[in-house]
């Protein structure tokens, strides 16, 4: 599922990385049917996956439809706008298939309100703030409608990344962290809430993790359109920035606490696989690297312990505060 685009741009046959089909397998705990062979457009590395938790209840109801927000509501671009700054920076899109409705979810104040949830959690966590691409003081939030494609066709990381390279969302220095109104695998419904591409070293030197992506119609556990606001931040934004850390390289394959049950993330070995059935057993449960969703971001913390990707004492293992998508808050 997660050929390195590396390698196709130099023209040899795509590849299917291995890690992926670890990651994949760790989703057996489950309530989530087998991911159906697909072929799929390159993409740039290994995916890491946010999951759903499987033991909370799942809600009866559908997701409510986005109550008015309090933050400012942006002008509509389809296209990425000019910089107004300079350096790496991390871009948002609002991606919506050919065959979904548009909820204005980037006009509304609705995405606006939940990225500064998030920017206000992440400070108070690490003291650092993401290098969002801003317009006219808010975030800068990409329009696009698929003429092309239908939900089923953007459920999965390649294709996302494919659809958003064809429109020019692949610039040097840049990020994107999509909503996306489709669910996973073709499965609305799926455990699966988020992906990311976590960044590895090819033969020619290091990938870039460029694109993160959020599954506004995943599964009713993953919570991923119970969208919170500056002081209460909630759900989506656990996915949001478990994707984004994961196109940092986090969480290192060296770290203490690297979670085998699913790569990429943080856990207490078998502890981890008791979670499915008996709830916070591990006390990683509390981490944002943690592969389940589980709570709301107000109760996640940015590494337990300070022992596996941030503010660590080990100098060989990469920290989360080395990344150029950073900067003091």
């Not at 003429?147 to 064809?166: G, P, Q, T």
């Not at 799926?190 to 506004?216: H, M, N």
Request: proline share 9%.
């Amino acid at each position: 599922m997660t050929p390195d685009s590396d390698r196709r741009e130099k023209g040899s046959a795509p590849m299917r990385s291995r890690l992926c089909v670890t990651v994949l397998a760790s989703a057996v705990l489950l309530p989530a049917s087998p991911l159906p062979a697909r072929v799929a457009s390159p993409a740039p590395a290994a995916v890491a996956l946010t999951l759903a938790d499987p033991s909370a209840p799942v809600r009866s109801e559908p997701a409510d439809t986005p109550v008015p927000s309090p933050c400012p509501s942006g002008t509509r671009a389809t296209g990425d706008r000019a910089d107004v700054r300079g350096g790496s920076l991390v871009h948002v899109v609002y991606l919506v298939p050919k065959n979904k409705a548009d909820e204005s979810l980037d006009r509304n104040g609705i995405l606006e309100c939940s990225l500064r949830a998030q920017q206000e959690w992440f400070g108070q966590q690490t003291g650092l703030r993401w290098r969002f691409d801003t317009y006219e003081g808010l975030i800068d939030i990409t329009y696009v409608k698929s003429n092309n494609l239908n939900a089923a066709d953007l459920d999965n990381a390649d294709e996302i990344s494919a659809e958003l390279r064809r429109r020019g969302f692949d610039r040097d220095g840049k990020r994107y962290l999509t909503y996306v109104a489709s669910g996973p695998a073709g499965l609305t419904g799926s455990a699966i809430c988020g992906s990311a591409y976590y960044p590895e070293r090819t033969g020619t030197g290091p990938v870039d993790g460029k694109y993160a992506q959020v599954y506004l119609d995943s599964g009713p556990s993953c919570r991923a359109r119970d969208f919170g606001r500056p002081g209460a931040p909630s759900y989506s934004e656990v996915i949001a920035q478990q994707e984004l850390m994961h196109n940092d390289g986090i969480v290192p394959l060296v770290a203490p606490h690297q979670c085998a049950v699913v790569l990429y993330h943080v856990c207490t070995a078998t502890l981890s696989w008791l979670h499915a059935v008996a709830g916070d057993v591990d006390p990683e449960s509390v981490d944002i690297m943690f592969p389940y969703v589980g709570r709301p971001l107000g109760q996640k913390v940015v590494d337990v312990g300070h022992d596996d990707y941030f503010a660590h004492p080990n100098p060989m293992v990469r920290r989360l505060e080395e990344s150029d998508y950073l900067e003091p808050a």
